[in-house]
């Protein structure tokens, strides 16, 4: 069973469209995140959310718009996409008792 | 604010050798968690490793160890019999204890561990 999911995993599309990445997870835990990495593998966190309330919004362009319908799902929409915006996204999640997170597979993002 | 230092961008290690990859970090406060994570070429995260600050032992799982300082503020990992699967992006992490719902991790920049056989 996969612990957190993400769909799609690549996806290519032309400057300024709209897409939208979905993240899942069944582990129960409380809490996701968005991170973006880019071509130097840098990690930067973008997003957080505890239990469908926001909790770390980053200094990331307002095009991004997360959105969390429960606590299991925190989606991710991307408005008006420019060249900078290719990277890898990932999803994960974690609960309160260790800060442990669990990563989903990433989704390979290139705006061409 | 906390930081997380990882000196090595780059290491290469003979198969079936050992090498450890080092990580300091700075903090303030004294309940917290560290992490190292793998980032194989299929890009997931793994989680390799964790060590709880109030532990004074050192975390193990199979060949890999960790070597924590908590005075120098040090977390290095050591990857014994080194195996050419070990070739991945190593990430070191830092998260506060008793984060309530603000669990963010900080993160070093990685060490990219090339394994030759």
């Known amino acids: 069973d996969t612990a957190v999911s993400q769909t799609p995993k690549y996806l290519v599309t032309q400057m300024g469209n709209d897409k939208s990445i979905k993240c899942e997870q069944n582990?129960?835990?409380?809490?996701m995140y968005w991170y973006k990495q880019d071509s130097k593998k840098f990690l930067k966190i973008m997003f957080s959310?505890?239990?469908?309330?926001?909790?770390i919004n980053e200094t990331v362009p307002n095009r991004f718009s997360p959105k969390s319908p429960d606590k299991a799902h925190l989606n991710l929409h991307i408005n008006s996409l420019e060249l900078g915006d290719s990277a890898v996204y990932f999803c994960?999640?974690?609960?309160?008792?260790?800060?442990?997170?669990?990563f989903g597979p990433g989704t390979r993002l290139t705006v061409l | 604010a906390q930081t997380v230092t990882q000196s090595q961008p780059e290491m290469s290690v003979q198969e079936a050798e050992t090498v450890t990859l080092s990580c300091t970090y700075d903090?303030?406060?004294?309940?917290?968690?560290l992490f190292w994570y793998k980032q194989p070429p299929s890009r997931q995260m793994i989680l390799v490793i964790r060590?709880?600050?109030?532990k004074q032992q050192n975390a193990t799982e199979n060949r890999f160890s960790v070597n924590f300082q908590k005075a120098a503020k040090s977390f290095s990992l050591k990857i014994s019999d080194s195996q050419l699967g070990d070739a991945a992006m190593y990430f070191c992490?830092?998260?506060?204890?008793?984060?309530?719902?603000?669990?963010?991790?900080?993160w070093g920049l990685g060490t990219s561990l090339a394994v030759n056989p």
């Open positions: 903090t303030s406060e004294s309940d917290y968690y």
């Open positions: 060590q709880e600050a109030y």
């Open positions: 992490a830092y998260g506060r204890g008793n984060a309530g719902n603000n669990r963010k991790l900080i």
């Open positions: 959310y505890n239990n469908k309330e926001l909790i």
């Open positions: 994960a999640s974690s609960q309160e008792i260790n800060n442990e997170q669990f």
């Open positions: 582990l129960g835990h409380d809490t």
